[in-house]
């Protein structure tokens, strides 16, 4: 099944590396408008003249998730350069790892405030934009199989994301009536930028034989449920967590 975006605009949090640089060429290359949002602008121009040497439609926006106050200002430059937000995809994120004993606040906070927070502000601020256009939208958070399992000197990593699941369904529930639907995608372990090398070390390599296909995902075994959840096919679906993880969290 092919998903056409044309004539849609697509903001994408995290799009300097992983899946939300991943994310921004699947969402332009189905026709999107998308503005590509993250703190390292080098990466984001790289990206956008990517994306449009691809015959992509692409703006590039510093924004770093953790700062209220570059939000709104992000928004409305993205308004005024591609159009309204119809489709967020909330992919910034971070992790610190260590014993629950030895989490410092500092690194509570940051993982909360870039995985958490940041998201919910995100979230508020275009769903507000979304209810007064009153042409609904859709909203797709990046939350992880960690949000229903725990992962071992993960905790803060886990608590946030079992969070941002949370946050999904209560958008998901008071916003339905507006035609905006919110939902989350709970991916496996895909090697990326916050894990590649764990995945060197000799406990990495076996928690990967651990799995039941024994092998790491790949960021493109997310493309059909992110182009389903940000089209009109998911017209029906709202306030649902997809787990996209080869049987991992089972």
């Excluded at 926006?61 to 591609?82: E, H, M, N, R, Y």
């Excluded at 406990?203 to 799995?211: D, E, H, N, Y």
Aim: proline share 3%; charged share 20%; hydrophobic share 45%.
């Amino acid at each position: 099944m092919e998903f056409d975006l044309r004539g849609r605009v697509a903001f994408v949090t995290g799009a300097t590396s992983g899946l939300g640089r991943h994310f921004a060429g699947v969402l332009a290359k189905a026709g999107a408008a998308v503005a590509i949002s993250g703190r390292r602008e080098d990466r984001l121009q790289t990206l956008r003249s990517e994306i449009e040497a691809a015959g992509g439609k692409c703006m590039a926006i510093a924004l770093d998730v953790t700062q209220a106050g570059q939000i709104t200002p992000a928004f409305d430059k993205a308004g005024s350069g591609l159009g309204p937000i119809d489709i967020l995809v909330n992919n910034a994120g971070m992790s610190a790892d260590g014993p629950v004993a030895n989490i410092s606040v500092a690194d509570f906070d940051a993982v909360m405030a870039t995985n958490l927070r940041g998201p919910f502000l995100l979230a508020q601020e275009v769903g507000k934009r979304m209810i007064a256009r009153g042409q609904g939208g859709r909203i797709i958070n990046i939350a992880s199989i960690t949000a229903f399992r725990v992962l071992q000197g993960s905790a803060t990593y886990c608590i946030s994301k079992a969070g941002l699941a949370m946050m999904t369904q209560c958008m998901a529930r008071e916003w339905a009536r507006y035609d905006i639907n919110v939902n989350a995608i709970c991916p496996g372990f895909i090697e990326t930028e916050l894990n590649d090398e764990w995945f060197e070390t000799e406990k990495g390599k076996a928690q990967i034989k651990s799995f039941p296909k024994r092998r790491l995902q790949r960021p493109e075994d997310l493309d059909s449920t992110l182009l389903l959840l940000a089209s009109d096919a998911s017209r029906a679906i709202t306030g649902a967590l997809f787990n996209v993880d080869e049987a991992q969290s089972l």
